[in-house]
């Protein structure tokens, strides 16, 4: 009986789960970022989210059967400067209290060339849930695989910041999930 149990935990605890899909994978934050690029009074403002979650389900024979999730902490920002994260934090920019996450959900992954996808999917920010394209470049680096994104958004469609004249409205993304 006793040997019964120990076999049964063993193979619970070590053997591989064959139920698993190969393709799916979690990002790894040592290397992976997600950083975002906005002209603000003439200058390039640079910034990255710190706390993040990718999820990734490539499946490289049949692309569109992938897919792409992002959960992002967005009391996380970080521009390199304090005192304008605390100003982005409060309810005019992100409104970290109230949506304290940023999420992407993927509804479309189709191939435009080798090694290349688009991804079709949902951004929500602070509430609004608006669809987005973005284009990923798959870059395969022996048993690591990166995922390259880059895209642009309008700040005033999710209702970042408000009307100004000195700040841009486009906001420029770049992401880097490696698995």
């Known amino acids: 009986m006793k040997s019964s ?3 049964l935990l063993f ?3 070590l053997a591989p789960n064959v139920n698993a899909p190969e393709t799916e994978s979690v990002n790894s934050l040592e290397e992976s970022y997600i950083k975002f690029n906005i002209r603000n009074l003439g200058l390039n403002v640079e910034g990255t989210f710190k706390s993040f ?3 990734v389900q490539y499946n490289e024979s ?3 059967k992938s897919s792409f999730s992002a959960e992002i902490q967005s009391n996380s920002i970080d521009t390199g400067i304090t005192k304008r994260d605390n100003h982005l934090k409060k309810s005019e920019y ?3 209290a109230q949506y304290p996450t940023i999420s992407f959900q993927s509804t479309k992954v189709s191939a435009v060339g080798e ?4 991804v079709l999917g949902d951004l929500t920010i602070k509430g609004k849930t608006l669809p987005i394209t973005l284009p990923v470049s798959i870059i395969n680096k022996g048993s690591v695989r990166e995922f390259r994104i880059e895209g642009e958004l309008d ?3 999710y209702k970042v910041g408000g009307s100004s004249w000195v700040m841009s409205d486009d906001v ?5 999930i490696v698995n």
């Open 5 to 7: 149990i120990f076999i």
């Open 11 to 13: 193979y619970w605890f």
């Open 53 to 55: 979650k990718t999820k």
């Open 62 to 64: 049949q692309p569109g």
């Open 94 to 96: 992100f409104d970290v």
């Open 115 to 118: 090694d290349r996808l688009k």
């Open 155 to 157: 700040r005033r469609d």
């Open 172 to 176: 420029y993304l770049d992401l880097l």
